[in-house]
């Protein structure tokens, strides 16, 4: 079974090759080929790569586990991949992401990249661990009362005795 | 007699021995006790103290005649754009406005929560912004303040804050606080008074909840995306809504209409600009 998260995330800056005269790299999306050739691994160094712009970036997601460097991943397991890639063009961030590239032999991906979001994402927030705190304060003042009722009886006890 | 008063003696010394230990017991409780305190005083310290409001101006009139704007830029921490600052700021101060402008890391919580008290006639606000999850979620706009589970307890709890992230490819992930529509609700000072918000982040009119929130609290209008905007794009719209708006003095949906023609619906997404209370 294919394991579904990502095990692996290499980056690595690409550098810029020749522009492709048939592609249009103005806004809103930009194209870039990304052309890699091994027979039983990803070199990317070796890759060629069109880009506009000498700052894409990019960012593979390997699911098989396999450990490896920039410059030589061997996955076990290549039939499924995922690329992502961000790069800035005219000041402007783009990304893009393809997957299931898959395949032995001369691989050439088309990721269309998008102009980045204004976005974000919302990560939720363990509430309980917020109080976690106040717990540990609120339980020090129980104790406290307790030991000292437990303290003030004691005291009344031994002078009744007395 | 003599092994009597042995046996008092040995009784005496017994009941020292005792009253020597319960002393020392006594300051072992009060030791404890003192510990507690310092431990609860040091926590209610850290956990319950906030910091105070933020001034924005010192030297401004609240009295002032003079309409006043202010430019959140969360933004420029991300996507930097001066010439937008610059082309906002001129059309503003043109049309006799006093701009106040807070860029990057000055964007906090307590600046949100002082908004509405401040008398701004147009708040704009640079900022990402990011929906929560479930059905209808609500949109939470940035801050600038790294987040921390041990600040503003109370509104982590009643959902006013949020702990966000940029989720940029390839950037190293950092947490910020951002405010949800509650926060708008309940934990900002005063009431806005005839006040314009353009919201220039995605989604915020994804959804109803934070439009509804501005205009519950005050605010004259409500402007923003309905899906993702790339910063191109809203910064470019923004441009040209703002010299619709206060330039040529149209009113708000006439300013949207006209810069919906201009520029279309953003590129990548299909966004467009919508709004809440204006005619």
């Known amino acids: 079974m294919l394991m579904l998260l990502a095990t692996i995330v290499l980056t690595t800056v690409l550098k810029p090759a020749a522009m492709a005269s048939d592609v249009n790299p103005l806004s809103p999306s930009v194209v870039i080929i990304h052309t890699m050739d091994d027979e039983t691994s990803y070199h990317i160094p070796y890759c060629t790569v069109k880009v506009y712009d000498e700052s894409y970036k990019l960012v593979y997601t390997l699911n098989s586990g396999a450990a490896g460097v920039c410059d030589d991943i061997t996955p076990a397991d290549y039939s499924r991949f995922y690329v992502t890639a961000r790069g800035i063009y005219n000041g402007v961030t783009y990304f893009g992401y393809e997957t299931e590239s898959s395949g032995t032999g001369i691989q050439e991906w088309y990721i269309r990249m998008y102009p980045q979001a204004v976005g974000g994402v919302v990560v939720p927030v363990d509430k309980f661990g917020l109080l976690a705190p106040y717990t540990g304060l609120y339980s020090a003042i129980l104790v406290a009362t307790v030991a000292t009722a437990l303290y003030v009886k004691r005291v009344k006890r031994r002078k009744e005795k007395q | ?279």
């Open chain 2, 1 to 279: 007699m003599k092994a009597k008063e042995k046996h008092v003696g040995t009784k005496a010394q017994i009941r020292a021995m005792k009253e020597k230990e319960r002393r020392i017991a006594t300051a072992i409780f009060l030791a404890f006790i003192l510990l507690i305190v310092i431990f609860s005083s040091y926590f209610t310290y850290n956990f319950l103290n906030r910091p105070q409001n933020q001034t924005i101006n010192p030297t401004s009139n609240p009295e002032s005649p003079q309409p006043k704007a202010i430019i959140f830029d969360q933004l420029s921490l991300t996507f930097p754009n001066q010439t937008f600052v610059q082309t906002a700021t001129n059309i503003l101060t043109t049309a006799n406005y006093t701009v106040y402008y807070y860029e990057g890391n000055q964007v906090t919580v307590d600046l949100y929560r002082s908004l509405p008290a401040r008398g701004y006639s147009l708040i704009v606000l640079r900022v990402h912004a990011a929906l929560g999850a479930g059905e209808q979620p609500p949109v939470a706009l940035f801050t600038a303040e790294p987040y921390s589970n041990t600040r503003y307890v109370p509104e982590q709890l009643n959902d006013q804050l949020i702990k966000v992230a940029y989720g940029i490819v390839g950037q190293e992930i950092s947490y910020y606080f951002a405010i949800w529509p509650n926060f708008v609700k309940y934990s900002m000072n005063g009431k806005f008074q005839n006040t314009t918000i353009i919201m220039m982040g995605c989604d915020g009119f994804k959804y109803m909840h934070m439009a509804e929130a501005f205009i519950e609290k005050g605010a004259k209008a409500y402007i923003s995306w309905n899906s993702k905007v790339s910063a191109s794009h809203t910064d470019q719209a923004t441009i040209q809504l703002l010299k619709h708006l206060i330039t040529e003095k149209q009113t708000i949906k006439q300013a949207i209409a006209e810069t919906m023609e201009e520029v279309g619906p953003d590129p990548s997404y299909q966004s467009i600009l919508c709004s809440l209370g204006a005619k």
